[in-house]
């Protein structure tokens, strides 16, 4: 690994692999961060209008993102007489319709209820949701006889403690990424990282051990049949919620 790549990946976050296409990507959505701060400071104290967030969008999607405005995009892509803003269009099919609101304007789910139906009705499984200032992605996860949108990356390019954490999101909804399947494992990541899982891992054997090692450590004990149970019971009792444990 060159220092280049050691920089960048020290600047970004901590990874267990580093490709050629992932430092330089990543290196990319940085410098598109700092260039478009300024501008995006300046729509939000005006409070700029839809139009003008638009235009700031499409030059982010294309600049940090990778997606080209000309090849990869479309406009006021409609359905059922309705349309949203953007359509990212890959290998001819539709890969994530794209809603944007103006800059000032509070995000949340009833943002993208045309783009739902839309991304069911053509077998899309993205949404990308932003207003310019706050960037989501959704997955739509199978849910009965619908899709629930899932929360993959949200962030605040204006916040700038999550700088690190920003330039890590915005990595994950590049085209490469998506291309590469980042953006998928970041979504099987998320679905690993629910309480449930979570919970059901804190049983498992590995860390049942790791922890019976590390109270046997604190307590000085040799140890004794049944601490697996012991602690197990603990778990399961005292510290798991039971609707957790399936």
Same mark, same amino acid.
């Given at each position: 690994?060159?220092?280049?790549? $050691?920089?960048?990946?020290?600047?970004?976050?901590?990874?267990?692999?580093?490709?050629?296409?992932?430092?330089?990507?990543?290196?990319?959505?940085?410098?598109?961060?700092?260039?478009? $701060?300024?501008?995006?400071?300046? =729509?939000? &104290?005006?409070?700029? +209008?839809?139009?003008? $967030?638009? =235009?700031?969008?499409? /030059?982010?999607? /294309?600049?940090?993102? +990778?997606?080209?405005?000309?090849?990869?995009? !479309? !406009?006021?892509?409609?359905?059922?007489? /309705?349309?949203?803003?953007?359509?990212? *269009?890959?290998?001819?099919? =539709?890969?994530? @319709?794209?809603?944007?609101?103006?800059?000032?304007?509070?995000?949340?789910?009833? +943002?993208?209820?045309?783009?739902?139906?839309?991304?069911?009705?053509?077998?899309?499984?993205?949404?990308?949701? $932003?207003?310019?200032?706050?960037?989501?992605?959704?997955?739509?996860?199978?849910?009965?006889?619908?899709?629930?949108?899932?929360?993959?990356?949200?962030?605040?390019?204006? /916040?700038?403690?999550?700088?690190?954490? +920003?330039?890590?999101?915005?990595?994950? *909804?590049?085209?490469?990424?998506?291309?590469?399947?980042?953006?998928?494992?970041?979504?099987?990541?998320? &679905?690993?990282?629910?309480?449930? @899982?979570?919970?059901?891992?804190?049983?498992?054997?590995?860390?049942?051990?790791?922890?019976?090692?590390?109270?046997?450590?604190?307590?000085?004990? @040799?140890?004794? =049949?049944?601490? &697996?149970?012991?602690?197990?019971?603990?778990?399961?009792?005292?510290?798991?919620?039971?609707?957790?444990?399936?």
């Amino acid at each position: 690994m060159d220092a280049d790549e $050691t920089q960048v990946m020290s600047r970004t976050a901590e990874f267990t692999t580093s490709h050629g296409w992932e430092t330089a990507v990543r290196g990319r959505v940085a410098a598109a961060v700092d260039r478009f $701060t300024g501008p995006l400071t300046e =729509l939000a &104290e005006r409070d700029a +209008n839809d139009g003008d $967030t638009r =235009l700031l969008v499409a /030059d982010f999607f /294309d600049v940090g993102l +990778n997606f080209s405005k000309y090849r990869d995009m !479309t !406009t006021e892509y409609r359905t059922g007489g /309705d349309s949203i803003d953007y359509a990212i *269009m890959l290998e001819g099919s =539709l890969f994530a @319709p794209v809603e944007v609101r103006r800059i000032g304007q509070d995000l949340d789910l009833r +943002n993208i209820r045309v783009s739902r139906r839309l991304a069911a009705d053509e077998g899309a499984e993205w949404i990308y949701l $932003t207003n310019g200032r706050v960037w989501r992605v959704y997955h739509l996860r199978p849910d009965g006889d619908g899709h629930r949108p899932i929360p993959v990356v949200d962030i605040d390019l204006l /916040d700038q403690d999550a700088y690190d954490r +920003n330039v890590d999101g915005l990595f994950h *909804m590049t085209r490469y990424a998506v291309e590469h399947g980042r953006l998928d494992a970041l979504r099987r990541w998320r &679905e690993a990282a629910d309480a449930g @899982p979570v919970a059901r891992t804190l049983l498992s054997d590995e860390v049942v051990a790791a922890v019976r090692g590390r109270l046997r450590e604190k307590a000085e004990h @040799p140890g004794h =049949l049944g601490e &697996e149970e012991e602690i197990r019971r603990v778990l399961t009792e005292e510290v798991i919620p039971r609707g957790l444990i399936g």
